[in-house]
């Protein structure tokens, strides 16, 4: 153990964050992934089977993939290695690679852990694939964004991707719990600053045992509440990318609870993007498509007050603009909901690319010029204004195609009337008809 502190230049008893002292040293001691490395997790059985495979670690910072890839390697006898893809290069990858090859002559495995391995290039993560598939190296990469998004399809499909959860409150409290059985002391705080602490780490274990880490280093005179807490930590910004995963994610949480009229989640899901420092046009866009595609005609107003909501906040901005996209999202989730509009727009698109060569029927085309008028241009047409019900029946559609239904209003919100006067108008079509 001394040389690895020396190899590093520290000495043995030299000052270590806390997360690194209280580091498991057994898979058993990972917290919060029972799903991956339990009995019939994968790790599990590929464990009890003795066999190994190239995997990608998937998942929130703070959530153990370091650790368990160092452990997979300790429990495999596999050489450790790691590099991040942050900081090297293919001459890095190459000089990793030579020495995988060296080792395996001698019977060494390697395992090569690449952190950030979405951070390479296509052609990088393409450098991988004959020594992933000669077995020169076992890989393990981790990465906190979407794989299927920022991994090559060809490397991909050699790996096998595992999902790290977020660290929940009881994964959390299992990690304080060490912590203060380790330094022997315990957090002075009431039970609601501790719960405080859970919300500030976010999931995020490392980030939890650095906040411990602050608060056991420091003596205070009596216990700390929530107040006193913020008083001592700055409160972390969310988690949230903009251009990534979560920004997708949380738009499609918005979007489906509203779509599902739930209201509060869909505050809650603004507000979340709010905070991540999301961009309220964003929302809003997202907002004025809703209205149209999951609203539509149940409440033709859905659109004017979502329009409203996005002129109030250009008028206002931020903080106080906010409050119109909450009343936008209010009105939205309460609003009755039909597709019909949406379902009517694609129907018709899609029969119109089938049939896009049909010319309009002849009654219904303008005659400007004797010629036109000779050729039959507008014959027949029935002026709709001047029948006994102000509709003639006669049919639109090109002589070669079958009337169809594209719009058929639901039986809820204003779609009621609509659909009244469209089964109206079909009647009445029927007996003029015949």
């Known amino acids: 153990m001394s040389d690895l502190f020396t190899s590093a230049g520290l000495e043995q008893e030299a000052p270590r964050p806390l997360a690194d002292k209280i580091r498991p040293r057994s898979l058993e001691e990972v917290v919060g992934q029972d799903h991956l490395i339990g009995p019939k997790g994968p790790l599990g059985r590929m464990l009890a089977a003795g066999r190994l495979t190239s995997l990608i670690f998937w998942g929130p910072p703070g959530t153990g993939k370091t650790t368990m890839a160092r452990l997979l390697a300790q429990k495999t006898d596999l050489y450790f290695e790691q590099i991040s893809a942050v900081f090297s290069g293919v001459a890095d990858l190459r000089k990793c690679f030579e020495a995988a090859a060296g080792r395996r002559k001698s019977g060494k495995g390697t395992l090569l ?149 739930d209201t509060d989640a869909a505050l809650y899901w603004m507000a979340r993007m709010l905070a991540g420092g999301e961009d309220p046009m964003y929302i809003l866009r997202r907002l004025v498509r809703f209205a149209a595609e999951d609203i539509g005609l149940a409440d033709p107003n859905a659109l004017v007050q979502t329009l409203a909501a996005k002129e109030a906040y250009e008028f206002l901005g931020s903080p106080e603009g906010d409050l119109n996209l909450a009343q936008a999202v209010i009105y939205l989730g ?28 002849m009654h219904i085309l303008n005659a400007p010029t004797k010629m036109m008028k000779d050729l039959g241009y507008g014959k027949g047409y029935n002026y709709d204004h001047d029948t006994a019900h102000g509709f003639s029946g006669q049919d639109y559609f090109p002589d070669d195609l079958d009337r169809e239904e594209f719009y058929q209003p639901k039986e809820r919100g204003f779609e009621r009337d609509i659909k009244k006067r469209l089964d109206y108008w079909s009647r009445l079509r029927s007996e003029l008809k015949s």
């Open 334 to 361: 309460t609003a009755p909901k039909s597709n019909a509009a949406y379902m009517a727009h694609k129907s018709a698109i899609r029969r119109a690319k089938e049939t896009g060569s049909l010319s309009p029927p």
């Open 113 to 261: 852990f690449v952190d950030e391995i979405h951070r390479f290039n296509r052609s990088q993560q393409d450098g991988f694939l004959p020594y992933v598939e000669d077995g020169t190296i076992i890989l393990v990469g981790a990465t906190t964004e979407n794989p299927s998004f920022e991994l090559n399809a060809a490397l991909l499909s050699r790996l096998q991707v595992l999902t790290l959860n977020r660290l929940n409150e009881d994964a959390l409290e299992e990690l304080l719990t060490r912590a203060e059985k380790l330094e022997d002391k315990k957090l002075p705080v009431t039970d609601e600053a501790r719960a405080m602490l859970y919300s500030m780490a976010d999931g995020d274990g490392r980030y939890l045992l650095n906040l411990t880490d602050i608060l056991l280093s420091l003596d205070f005179e009596e216990t700390l509440d929530s107040a006193g807490l913020l008083t001592i930590l700055q409160k972390r910004a969310p988690v949230y990318d903009k251009d990534r995963e979560g920004h997708y994610n949380l738009i499609s949480a918005l979007h489906k609870s509203l779509r599902g009229s």
